[in-house]
Nanobody, 124 residues
């Protein structure tokens, strides 16, 4: 069964950090799968946050998170990650990971598999 499961969300104060994980099962997360992270705040449309190429050598970030978030992957563990630093209230939302059957990193591209999402709440 092909699955992506996010974890690591929670409640954090402004300026805090969280590390999200995206564990893949039922398939091998390798060179041929790019990974994307997305988020959706209450009452807003889903937006792309970051992506990483199948090789892990190229990454892309939304302007709103560039310099604060870092995407990575560990194919040996079949897992992708999103390190989030200096979190702010506007970062609050449900964060989802997805994979695309391609090597290249394109946030706006099509994604084949999606996780269920994990809640991130930034509040004092």
């Amino acid at each position: 069964q092909l699955q992506l499961v996010e974890s690591g969300g929670g409640l954090v104060q402004p300026g805090g950090s969280l590390r999200l994980s995206c564990a893949a099962s039922g398939f091998t997360l390798d060179l041929y799968y790019a990974i994307g992270w997305f988020r959706q705040a209450p009452g807003k449309e889903r937006e792309g946050v970051s992506c990483i190429s199948g090789s892990g050598r190229t990454t892309n970030y939304a302007d709103s998170v560039k310099g604060r978030f870092t995407i990575s992957r560990d194919d040996a563990k079949n897992t992708g990650y999103l390190e989030m630093n200096n979190l702010q209230p506007y970062d609050t939302g449900i964060y989802s990971c997805a994979v695309a059957r391609r090597v290249g990193c394109r946030i706006s591209g099509e994604y084949t598999y999606w996780g269920q999402g994990t809640q991130v709440t930034v509040s004092s």
